[in-house]
């Protein structure tokens, strides 16, 4: 099976081709449902027909179609040999929010609940209410849970990485914050129940209220200060604010950093679009160097 490029947008008759494809894969799913999905709601989502479901194409790693207020089929871009572990981690979170739980078995992937909402606006949020979502992650049990490893997506900030990273990054910022967050990880400073990507349309809300949280492909045992880093990035409310290590915080943040703009100088960027990548991220870097000194390690 293809699935849709990342970037496959409008109706040309490539993309359209391989939304008709993902619908059908959708369809295919609900003949694998689980015994426990209610009967009723098992035939609803049976007789659904899936070339009317919303085609969402925003994951490099995977399409995700929409039947509303009914479920939802994520479906991998390429094999993923992680799909039943991260299918099992959904099942044995316990939360205060919803997240898709699995409602058919593994096959090339997944029909899982659907959960309303949608992403908090941008630069905006209730200090309070990040504040329990970060304490909330750190104070659950992990040790029962089907996690990944730190460092899953991205890899470590490897000395290719810094070597390319030189000549954008002045005074050896980009080495002093890898050091750190390297060591961090290694030594288990701040360990706990980390999202991997706790932001925008992985958080779905209403009215103010967090309904829940999507895409747990990367959740590890890891520095909960990633998780106010990620939060920070999207509402834009001061880590003073919601979270118990601002300065370690800020360091995460700044190591995102790095990895954008290392990706960046592997790509043929416009030197417009460097100039505003740099414009956003190098403040960022030099706020997580800064912070090194009196980061709560």
Same mark, same amino acid.
């Given at each position: 099976m293809f699935w849709p490029p990342a970037g496959c947008r409008g109706p040309t008759s490539h993309c359209i081709y391989n939304q008709i494809m993902s619908a059908a894969h959708a369809q295919k799913l609900t003949s694998h449902? *689980? %015994?426990? !999905?209610?009967?009723?709601v098992a035939s609803q989502i049976q007789t659904y027909d899936w070339q009317q479901a919303n085609v969402v194409e925003r994951g490099k790693d995977? =399409?995700? !179609? #929409?039947?509303?207020? *009914? @479920? =939802?089929?994520r479906l991998p871009r390429r094999a993923d040999p992680e799909l039943v572990r991260r299918a099992q981690l959904l099942e044995e979170l316990r939360l205060p929010w919803q997240v898709p739980t699995p409602l058919s078995g593994i096959y090339d992937g997944v029909i899982q609940t659907f959960i309303p909402g949608s992403a908090h606006p941008h630069n905006s949020g209730n200090a309070a209410t990040?504040?329990?979502i970060v304490e909330t992650l750190a104070q659950h049990d992990t040790s029962d849970l089907s996690l990944g490893q730190p460092f899953a997506q991205r890899g470590r900030i490897t000395e290719e990485m810094l070597a390319g990273l030189d000549t954008a =990054?002045?005074?050896?910022?980009?080495?002093?914050i890898a050091e750190h967050i390297h060591a961090w990880t290694d030594e288990g400073v701040g360990a706990g129940l980390v999202h991997g990507d706790l932001a925008g349309h992985n958080m779905h809300?209403?009215?103010?209220? *967090? #309904? /829940?949280? $999507?895409?747990w492909d990367y959740a590890a045992i890891w520095?909960?200060?990633?998780?106010?880093?990620?939060?920070? *990035?999207?509402? /834009?409310? @001061?880590?003073? %604010?919601?979270?118990? !290590?601002?300065?370690? @915080?800020? !360091?995460?943040?700044?190591?995102?950093?790095?990895y954008s703009?290392? %990706?960046? $100088?592997?790509w043929n960027v416009s030197p417009a679009g460097w100039r505003r990548l740099n414009a956003k991220v190098q403040p960022r870097i030099q706020i997580a160097y800064n912070a090194l000194q009196h980061a709560e390690a």
């Open positions: 449902l *689980l %015994d426990t !999905v209610p009967t009723a995977h =399409v995700v !179609v #929409i039947a509303e207020d *009914l @479920a =939802v089929a990040l504040a329990t =990054v002045e005074h050896g910022m980009h080495r002093a809300w209403i009215d103010g209220e *967090l #309904i /829940g949280i $999507l895409d520095d909960t200060a990633l998780n106010a880093a990620y939060l920070n *990035l999207w509402h /834009g409310v @001061a880590l003073e %604010d919601f979270s118990a !290590v601002p300065n370690r @915080a800020r !360091v995460w943040s700044g190591a995102l950093g790095l703009l290392a %990706d960046a $100088l592997s």
